[in-house]
């Protein structure tokens, strides 16, 4: 006589709650490899924004998608994103348009600015963002990371485990298609394994220009200053540099550049954050830091302000002084001095 089994209510109720997880991933694996290929055929970039000066319309950590327009489709109030001169990327508002041939001169600003980009971005086509979702960006920098990549793979481990494991028996002796876990289980390994295997989304930076108005680095409204009245002293061996302390948010880079207009020399100064507006702040320059200069030939310095700990916030212009290295002959011995 046969007894029919007895079935454990809580592993059924697990076992329901798994199937309906992997369902829903699935699900969501499809969507996500149906975005990917989207994307890529309608050329849709994904853009990760690493600052904010494009609050409130986007915010740090939003992720934003874009689509190369050509320039006659471009039009004011556009936000479009740009390289830049040194490689990075800018997301800004289109103030203005000049058009000329197969190109434009953009003049770009962040919304939470006061004022227009230094200079204009001239360009043959611009990625205009079509729409954001706020502080996905975060997200998909996780999953992009090295640790996100990791755990990817032993995500996909794990579900090539579930496939291939033998089912439980079924009534009869009969097992399960290995077909329909595939089936389930594949759209989800693509979810995990797309980010590490896809194109990456892009950062792009909202800079900052002199006049801004965001919550970040203690400003609520502040015009970057620069460094000014910058003074000079020397004894033949070095020659140092002060100038009064703008701000107490503020650091300082200063660079050496020769003659050519080629830096050879970079120093960072981050004064102690006790010292008072105004007080001196000071750089010297030794003999060995103008090495590469020749004798009785002039250098330029040039000091940036920065805020405390940001890369984007910075003068438009530095404030400068010069210095010089002269020979002086003694007897049969040339030496070499620095002087302002």
Same mark, same amino acid.
């Given at each position: ?26 699900? #969501?694996?499809?969507? /996500? ?23 409130? +319309? ?5 992720? #934003?998608? &874009? ?7 471009? *039009? ?33 600003? $962040? ?27 975060? &997200?998909?920098? &996780? ?9 990817? $793979? ?10 291939? *494991? =033998?089912?439980? =028996?079924?009534?009869?002796?009969? *097992? ?9 289980? !594949? ?39 620069? &460094?000014?009245?910058?003074? /000079? ?20 880079? !200063? ?10 020399? +970079? ?20 003999? $060995?830091? !103008? ?9 330029? !310095? ?15 212009? =530095?404030? +400068? ?17 620095? +002087?302002?």
């Amino acid at each position: 006589m046969r007894h029919a089994s007895r079935v454990d209510p809580r592993r059924s109720r697990l076992r329901a709650v798994a199937q309906a997880g992997l369902a829903l991933s699935a699900c #969501a694996g499809t969507l /996500c490899i149906i975005a990917a290929l989207g994307m890529g055929l309608l050329g849709v970039k994904p853009l990760v924004f690493v600052s904010g000066s494009m609050s409130p +319309t986007i915010e740090t950590g939003d992720l #934003a998608f &874009a689509r190369a327009a050509p320039v006659h489709d471009l *039009r004011i109030g556009d936000i479009v994103s740009v390289p830049t001169r040194n490689g990075d990327r800018v997301t800004h508002r289109i103030q203005k348009v000049d058009r000329g041939g197969s190109k434009a001169s953009l003049t770009l600003k $962040g919304d939470a600015n006061s004022v227009a980009d230094t200079r204009p971005y001239v360009v043959s086509s611009a990625d205009r963002v079509l729409f954001n979702i706020p502080k996905l960006g975060y &997200a998909v920098h &996780a999953m992009s990371s090295p640790l996100g990549i990791f755990a990817a $793979g032993v995500g996909f481990a794990g579900l090539m485990f579930l496939v291939l *494991r =033998p089912s439980p =028996p079924l009534a009869g002796g009969r *097992r399960r298609a290995v077909g329909s876990r595939v089936a389930v289980v !594949v759209p989800l390994a693509m979810l995990l394994v797309l980010p590490a295997t896809g194109s990456q989304p892009v950062d792009t930076f909202a800079s900052f220009t002199d006049s801004v108005s965001a919550p970040t680095g203690g400003f609520t409204s502040h015009t970057m200053m620069k &460094a000014a009245s910058v003074d /000079c002293s020397d004894n033949g061996s070095s020659v140092t540099y002060t100038w009064p302390h703008r701000d107490i948010r503020y650091r300082y880079v !200063v660079n050496l550049v020769n003659e050519q207009g080629n830096t050879f020399q +970079t120093y960072e100064v981050t004064p102690a954050a006790s010292l008072a507006a105004g007080q001196p702040v000071t750089q010297s320059v030794s003999q $060995g830091d !103008v090495d590469s200069v020749g004798t009785n030939d002039s250098f330029t !310095v040039r000091i940036w302000s920065h805020v405390r700990n940001s890369t984007t916030w910075s003068s438009a212009e =530095p404030a +400068t002084d010069t210095g010089r290295v002269e020979g002086i002959q003694i007897l049969l011995s040339l030496t070499r001095d620095i +002087t302002c």
